[in-house]
């Protein structure tokens, strides 16, 4: 199994941007995903997470209403879109395939490279 992020970038503050995550291996369906992001000094955070079928989606408080978690599975590829960005969305965003347990994501150990995302004030 592989992830593969792509599409970040710089923007300026208010500004939107698509990250899109590329897997291969014949399960991607059957498993719930997730993007994080990790910034300079910062822990790695859950930003968002969906379930295998792409009908189930939770966000971090901090992007609620700002981003869009999606899949398609067809094209074994999860998106983010991010609106309204502030330069506190600045970090390097990685893809991760998991699983939900009582509501809860877990990570499996498997990730991509990530894609780094500037946001400039």
């Known amino acids: 199994v592989q992830l593969v992020e792509s599409g970040g970038g710089l923007v300026q503050a208010g500004g939107s941007l698509r990250i899109s995550c590329a897997a291969s291996g014949s399960t991607f369906s059957i498993n719930a995903m997730g993007w994080y992001r990790q910034a300079p000094g910062k822990q790695r955070e859950l930003v968002a997470s969906i379930t295998g079928g792409g009908g189930s989606a939770n966000y971090a408080d901090s992007v609620k209403g700002r981003f869009t978690i999606s899949r398609d599975n067809a094209k074994m590829t999860m998106y983010l879109q991010m609106n309204s960005l502030n330069p506190e969305d600045t970090a390097v965003y990685y893809c991760?395939?998991?699983?939900?347990?009582?509501?809860?994501?877990?990570?499996?150990?498997?990730w991509g490279q990530g894609t780094q995302v500037t946001v400039s004030s």
């Open positions: 991760n395939r998991g699983r939900y347990q009582s509501g809860t994501y877990y990570p499996y150990d498997i």
